[in-house]
């Protein structure tokens, strides 16, 4: 078990949002795995991908979080989430839960601190902007990515990636619930319209 997993198992566990449910593979402090699949169910074993974490809102996996502490390779970072884009849905056991239409995508990777790569940062820079590209030009599920290359260290509970990653999660499933409430026809109260 990697403390970086676990820094950030904290930081989800932590997060206080009425309506989700934060799944932690073992690595991070879970009980199991977080496998995704990609065909509808009872179609074989179509199993695609077992990220670190997701968070379940309103019945569905909107937040992916996938965390690299020693394959730091591009296409072990970009296989991720090509991967979680062509899911379908979480399923262990006789649970399913449907992956949204609608995801944020967090990937950590981790540096050590007491050597900073700098090649692979330029490197990982890179990748983290032509993924965006790339997720915006294919209009797949994955709406929102967010890249954190970090040490352990800063992911303790006050540190900056903590808080931008709670941010990230917060503000996204905020605006999540009011584009929900707007096409259900409900109030939109407490929504800022700049953000949506």
């Known amino acids: 078990m990697d403390d970086i997993h676990k820094a950030v198992g904290k930081i989800l566990l932590d997060l206080s949002i009425p309506g ?3 799944m932690l593979d073992s690595a991070c402090g879970g009980p199991t795995t977080v ?17 670190d974490a997701a968070i379940v809102f ?11 502490a020693s394959d730091l390779r591009p296409v072990a970072l970009c296989g991720k989430v090509l991967a979680t884009a062509i899911s379908n849905h979480f399923r262990l056991g006789k649970v399913s839960i449907p992956l949204s239409d609608s995801l944020l995508f967090i990937q950590v990777v981790q540096h050590s601190a007491d050597k900073t790569n700098t090649s692979k940062l330029r ?12 997720l915006v030009a294919a209009k797949n ?7 954190h290359y970090a040490t352990t260290e800063d992911f303790a509970a006050e540190a900056r990636h903590a808080h931008e990653i ?12 009011c584009d929900l409430s707007a ?7 407490g929504c800022d319209p700049k953000r949506r």
């Open 123 to 134: 490197q990982c820079k890179y990748m983290a902007r032509e993924i965006k590209k790339c």
């Open 166 to 177: 709670r941010q990230e999660i917060t503000s996204f499933l905020t605006i999540a619930e």
């Open 35 to 51: 496998p995704f699949y990609g065909l509808d169910h009872g179609e074989g074993s179509d199993h695609i991908v077992e990220v």
């Open 183 to 189: 096409s259900n026809g409900l109030g939109t109260e």
């Open 58 to 68: 309103k019945n569905e996996i909107k937040v992916v979080v996938e965390i690299d």
């Open 20 to 22: 989700t449910e934060v």
């Open 141 to 147: 599920r994955i709406t929102e990515y967010s890249f």
